[in-house]
């Protein structure tokens, strides 16, 4: 078997000390419990592959014990083998309706334990696996492959979130909508795989700009969002100019090393939360007037604007 925690949680010295003798054999770490209350406290402090578990112990028994561990998201998965001499088939039918994974009788052969112990932290490490890899295809999903940061699905969840946040504790959320400027000339002047690394090290350049707190995401296009968490209107303007005098006074390392100079325009709102569609509007109006006066500039807006949610582009 390979190496495990295993948790004995059994009230009877003599068979924690054999099953700990056979378990260590085998190369498993065990930590051990002698009634119900330890063995939850166990649980969550020790981060068991699985729990070896007496029915008839003080305190809460085993059955309840079980049901704790159902009730606690982070526990519920926890392959639990109940050990008892009861061994009917009402008692094992209820012990597995609980939700045991499986059942070992007093007195047990020491090849029957390891095997029932060895199929249980299988089941733990598979569960722990599909978790692990769908977590990486959530995070994939929410992810622009070009740039790394967060893409549009993820922004629209997020400014809601964080809208209700706001609006909940009374303080400001402000959103930043960057466009790179002249975009399509950088796409005629170095082609395509030149504009990618223009956007890839834009990307990196906002990422070292704004806040630890901040989220930032690509929009679509040469569009980016940034939401900056308890910010007012002063801070957001400072963030977004900060970034764009990096992107202004730094030119760009395309194509083999040709520097190439860019600029980005920005427009910055900030509210209470209580309209996140309107605060992206508000933005984007903004971004609108900072392109039309010039570029190269961030331009506050302090006005609701009416309209559609804008589009990528």
């Not at 065990?30 to 402090?45: I, K, N, P, Q, W």
């Not at 309840?64 to 639990?80: E, Y």
């Not at 209820?94 to 089941?123: M, N, Q, T, W």
């Not at 801070?235 to 194509?255: C, H, K, Y």
């Amino acid at each position: 078997m390979d190496p495990a925690r295993v948790l004995v949680a059994e009230d009877s010295l003599v068979v924690r000390a054999v099953l700990r003798r056979h378990l260590e054999q085998q190369g498993c770490t065990v930590v051990e419990a002698s009634d119900g209350e330890s063995a939850l406290a166990a649980c969550e402090a020790e981060d068991p592959d699985v729990v070896l578990l007496d029915i008839e112990m003080p305190g809460l028994d085993g059955h309840q014990v079980l049901t704790a561990l159902k009730r606690d998201p982070k526990l519920r998965d926890l392959p639990v083998v109940f050990l008892s001499g009861r061994t009917s088939t009402e008692d094992v039918v209820a012990g597995l309706a609980l939700g045991a994974h499986d059942y070992l009788k007093k007195p047990f052969e020491p090849s029957e334990l390891i095997a029932r112990v060895s199929s249980a932290v299988r089941l733990k490490r598979v569960q722990d696996e599909l978790r692990s890899r769908n977590v990486e295809l959530d995070l994939i999903s929410r992810t622009d492959p070009l740039t790394g940061l967060f893409n549009r699905r993820h922004l629209d969840e997020r400014i809601q979130e964080l809208a209700s946040t706001s609006a909940r504790l009374g303080v400001q959320v402000a959103v930043v909508m960057f466009d790179i400027d002249f975009f399509k000339r950088i796409n005629d002047s170095v082609g395509h795989a030149g504009g990618d690394a223009v956007l890839k090290e834009f990307s990196c350049r906002v990422v070292a700009q704004i806040p630890a707190d901040a989220i930032a995401g690509r929009w679509g296009g040469e569009e980016f969002l940034v939401f900056l968490p308890d910010t007012d209107d002063e801070r957001a303007l400072e963030v977004a100019n900060r970034v764009r005098l990096d992107v202004a006074d730094r030119p760009f390392s395309v194509d083999g090393g040709d520097s190439l100079p860019v600029t980005v325009s920005g427009g910055c709102a900030t509210s209470d939360g209580t309209d996140p569609e309107g605060l992206v509007r508000m933005a984007d109006a903004a971004l609108y007037v900072a392109k039309e006066s010039g570029r190269n500039r961030i331009i506050p807006s302090h006005e609701p604007t009416s309209g559609a949610i804008p589009q990528p582009g």
